[in-house]
């Protein structure tokens, strides 16, 4: 049985602030060549931009350009050490997101 509710103008305007992270998220997750640069990533292993870019079909800009989106979305981490920047998946940041869309979905359905 579908359950109809009534929404207000500002339940549909107005976002929370705990969700504000939660749609560069989604789209930094949303794309198959970013999950694939996230899988490539063994638990705990730091990677630069050679590293991926060696275990990828894609070019260096490419790589770069998806490298971006994840660490602006939060997605991963980054720390310059000498002339290169080492990446690593930030998975508490990750999962924080996507609990906190699991708890809305259990909490408000």
């Not at 730091?46 to 079909?57: E, K, P, Y």
């Not at 720390?79 to 259990?106: C, H, M, P, S």
Request: net charge positive; glycine share 4%.
């Amino acid at each position: 049985m579908c359950k109809h509710v009534v929404m207000t103008n500002d339940s549909i305007q107005k976002l929370p602030n705990q969700w504000h992270d939660v749609s560069s998220m989604f789209v930094a997750l949303g794309d198959e060549q970013r999950q694939r640069i996230l899988l490539t990533f063994q638990p705990g292993e730091r990677l630069n931009v050679t590293q991926l870019v060696a275990a990828s079909t894609l070019s260096r800009t490419t790589v770069s350009h998806h490298l971006k989106i994840l660490h602006q979305a939060g997605a991963l981490q980054s720390e310059k050490i000498g002339k290169e920047v080492y990446f690593w998946i930030d998975r508490e940041n990750i999962a924080a997101t996507l609990q906190r869309v699991l708890d809305y979905v259990r909490n408000n359905t």
